[in-house]
């Protein structure tokens, strides 16, 4: 198994250090992890629906919310995202029965943690989206990318800062 | 080194009318790891499909990418192009372009091209990480459950062993023949409900290859498709089947009397019964609540009569297991009960009765021998007044959704009380006349031909009693009138709603189910007969509101699809399931836990190299892992990891951009 | 709170009736007046074994990896090192019939300076929730109240709070020496101190530290006891109870009352779920 890493490229983040403004055609980068049955399949019809959304999400596809480890959402944000949003089926629709159940727990103390260690809450969003909530796709992420936008570039902790 | 291919589509313009392409190919191009990548106008074609055959070949690839539409529309497609180049089919990855770029962002082209580069990088950085995996087969139980032995459960279970599959057919009442059976004549050709049934029902008892288990529950489902395990509890009968030949002395002796469910309690049976005459299996069981010896001990009179000695007070609830592949539930339906229709008098006024009431009482061997009469006086009623949406359509008092059948029931109640009382009126207060399906606008008309019925356009608003009538006070809307009909007996056409034991079935088969309690099909539109678990079907009524002709399709549909599922003797399995390196399990077993398919069990290996000690750590079982994940995530010492969504290719894609 | 003479006692008594292999206490320092965990295989050594409010550690650290498996072990515990202990039979971490647990009523320890040491101010339960044999009387479970530093850097500004940890991540010298000192943390490959740490984490930075140290405290989410092990293990002296605290204060509050091993058989609270768990933090 190769488990290289790529220097992440930084297109949009330079190795700027904290303090330093944003620059103002700056666009957040949001990491959306979505479990495959219900989200990715709602991502999808809002595609085939064809309403628009910000561009700003860049997608990840998992099996079920419940493969979602907590570091996904850390590293996210250590890394290349200045906000996560992971989204599952919901309650009840889980394809794997129970999934979403154990993934709501950790999602709740994930985000707590974070924002207790000076994250703001915004910064890690969660959505429960069906196959056939489309348009609930787009509000969602749009909603996130306007809160995201107006926290601001992230700059604690992430990667080119050493 | 990873060698990457990187196929970007246009997919007409669908993404390139938004996404610079060409642009995305150049950006591709960049990556280090990236061999070749190039764009070709539809990939999903045969020759866009030869192209990475080709390139497959020629640049030595380890991994492909396709910026395409949705993973879920092509995926299988592409795969089989690797899989035709020779490579393994699992070194794939796709970049939805389509679906979350190109359709998303219509308006901002910059925006689009700079996402797909993005998403093109993350598939890559993932597809480096990927692994070849390889089909797993699984074998297969060719042996089918059939839940519920309605006219559904009947036609599945004839279907299946027809094929010579044996099938277990489990039923919870004493007697096959569901719903249909307690109908009188069938619309639309009016041919007797009994005379069509009853040859299926005795073709089930008498088929080699099923296993008729009446008057039982399944209560146990395991394992996964193929190979589920299901424990049957098979209620006491207190009657042995395999001596009683049914010859009926105990039930005539029998001097408990109590309501006849299956004639709507419109008359009395005993306490030791058979459904009804053409019951399958025609053996009686006693209804333990109700028989005297079993509550306080005293009686015994079936016993004293029965010449075979087949009365056994002493029988209790057994528990068999089968090992099963397949399971089509068939629970079929339950009528909504319009107690909240108060205006209506529903409980105070006995000359208001249901639909299925109506029904029993025309029936020839009905309760009434085939003539209709009123409850409260039994006088043949001459002016009958049919409602119609009873709970259907109805929001505020009973359920949304259309119950399907009652319009055509109630047209053909309306001959059939022609039939019976050539005098009588029928009066039919409708919403909407709902008679899509061969033959049945038609059987409407005749109705209305044929009976003179009075077909009324509006809601019905209060009932009242005037004398020993019931006025039926509604509006006529098409004449914009409030009218008020005389009435000897008013029929109401309730609602069809799911079983009362659908959901917690559906639980413990571990399948969804909606809002109603009607089980959730895979897909409405594609897949409609299955479940989202796989191996696991549905038929009728326990889906949605059906009329026969639907139910009996659905149900030879799902004999189908076992038919297929069974078509070898092993089935392939999607590999990206989850595994667990033993060396790193700490054995805290906390996965197990968390399993919802119980996929995971426990294993002793040693504790060190050439150790006789041993430790217990987890370990999937492949066959039925259905590769959700949630393991992997608990797992503390990341000791288990998911084929297709492993760490290390989440990281590369999150680290991509 | 002195109960060496019993201790010793029952020590002498499970040697001499050929109960145990070894046998977990705490000695006296020689130099101050703190105390160190003590094994002993050799009864000859008993009088040395000490309890008073000096015995910090939890003891149930020293059961891990599989010692259990072969060797027959008297432990000494206190409240939080009993549900430990719990946490630890339920993951078939230990075999109880290879355990004499002697559980502690416990009064409380001192921290360094002489006081009552802040986790058991907020004990929620002091007497032993397994054991062989109980030493002392039992007060009774107590009322969970959420830590006085979580409450404190609650009302603090997010930036405040951030610069705050982003000090403590800083000082980490990632010697993991927190998970090695945790009873809990007895993985064969701990997440944080694999090869891979550096993949999955980032490197010795206070974002990698940060990252390590989030998974670890995630990992014992649910199940930490506030034993404070780790704390007391840590070169740099870093407050990492905040982390567990937080923890438990979310987990305590939205959860069913949840406290890590205070009952037999239970997992902790990320291997179950409750229909009626909080959505509304969910879009």
Redesign the interface.
Known sequence: METEVKETQGKIFSAENPGITAPTDWQPVIMGILCNWCSYAGSDLTGTSRIQYPPNIRIIRVPCSSRVDPWFIIKSLQTTADGVLISGCHPGDCHYISGNYYARRRFLVTKKLLNFIGYHENRIQFSWVSAAEGPKFAKVVAKVTEDIKKLGPLHRYKKENF | M?RVGVFVCFCGANIAGVIDVPAVVQEAKK??EVKISIEYKYLCSDPGQQIIREAIVQNRLTSVVVAAC????HEKTFRKALLDAGMNPYLLEIA?I????S??????KK??T??AS??I??AV?KS??N?QLHEISVPVTKRALVIGGGIAGIQAALDIADARIPVTLVEKSPSIGGRMAQLDETFPTLDCSQCILTPKMVDVASHPYIELIPYSEVIELQGYVGNYKAKIKKKASYVDFSSCTGCGACTQKCPVKVPNEFNMNIDKRKAIYTPFPQAVPNKPVIDAEHCTMLLKGKCGICAKVCEKGSINFKMVDEVIEREIGAVVIATGYDLWDPKPYEEYGVGRYKDIITSLEFERMVSASGPTNGVPVRPSDGKVPKNVVFIKCIGSRDEAKGIEYCSKICCMYTAKHAILLHHKVPDSHAYIFYMDIRAAGKGYEEFVKRAQVETAATYLRGRVSKIYKKGDKLMVRGEDAQIGQVVEVEADLVVLATAVIAPKDNPALARLL?V?YDKYGYISEAHPKLRPVET?KAGIFLAGCTQAPKDIPDTVAQASACAAKVCGLFAGDTMKKDP?ISTINN??C?????CI??C??QAIVTEEIP?GHGSK?I??VAKINEGVC?????C???C????IS?AG????Q???????? | MDYSKKIQEIASKLFADNKINYFVGYKQNSFDDSQVPFLITDPAEIPKLVFTDRSVFNLANYLKPDHTKRKRVGLVVKGCDSRALNLMLTESQVKRENIYIIGICCEGVLNEKGEKAQNCVECVMPDPVVYDEMIGSPTGKREYTINADIRELATKALEERADYFESIFENCIRCNACRHSCPLCYCAKCCIDQETSTLYHGANTSSGAMHALMTWSLHLAGRCVDCRNCEKACPSHLPLHLLHKQNESVIYENFQQHLAGMEKDDRGAFYKYSLSDPDDFIL
């Not at chain 2, 949705?70 to 529309?73: A, D, Q, T, V």
Request: proline share 4%; with cysteine; glycine share 6%.
């Open positions: 990873a990556i280090k949705s993973p879920r529309m939805n389509r679906e979350h770029s359709w998303v962002h219509q308006k901002d925006a689009a700079e996402k993005d998403l990088r993350m950085a480096i990480a692994e571990g969804s989202a990206m060396e790193f700490s054995g805290c077993l906390n836990k968390v919802p398919y504790l000690e430790r217990t259905q590769g959700c994940g949630s992997v995530a608990i503390r010492s990341m000791a998911l969504f492993t760490d290390p989440i990281i590369n894609e999150i680290v991509a951009i």
